[in-house]
């Protein structure tokens, strides 16, 4: 019904850029929220930002000042700029959405199947 997929990843090397997005499909009658996670080998997953609240972006202590996400509505993506990366960064980073689906109405929670970011020292 509904899919998010993830794109962006890559290595790069510690202080150096990576931009990745998130793109909602499906049967999609809005979108409540759509947040990054990360998950690092052998360690939970954590909420990385957020737009729960509809206003600015909420964001992990660990990467104010250095990630950026950023939305397009039109397109049902979202973003997440991140800059001045260090390895402790490097994780499996998922879209995760709460959807309003046209077909029942109800919201639902849909996960990305992932995207890695390796940031090598």
């Known amino acids: 019904q509904v899919q998010l997929v993830e794109s962006g990843g890559g290595l790069v090397q510690a202080g150096e850029s990576l931009r990745l997005s998130c793109a909602a499909s499906?049967?999609?009658?809005?979108?409540?929220?759509m947040d990054w996670y990360r998950q690092a080998p052998e360690k939970t997953r954590e909420l990385v930002a957020t737009?729960?609240?509809?206003?600015?972006?909420n964001y992990a202590d660990s990467v104010k000042g250095r990630f950026t996400m950023s939305s397009d509505n039109a397109k049902n993506t979202v973003y997440l700029q991140m800059n001045s990366l260090k390895p402790e960064d490097t994780a499996v980073y998922y879209c995760?959405?709460?959807?309003?689906?046209?077909?029942?109405?109800?919201?639902?929670?849909?996960w990305g199947q992932g995207t890695q970011v390796t940031v090598s020292s």
């Open positions: 737009s729960l609240g509809g206003g600015k972006p």
């Open positions: 995760y959405a709460i959807v309003k689906v046209t077909s029942t109405g109800r919201f639902e929670g849909y």
């Open positions: 499906g049967t999609i009658f809005s979108i409540r929220q």
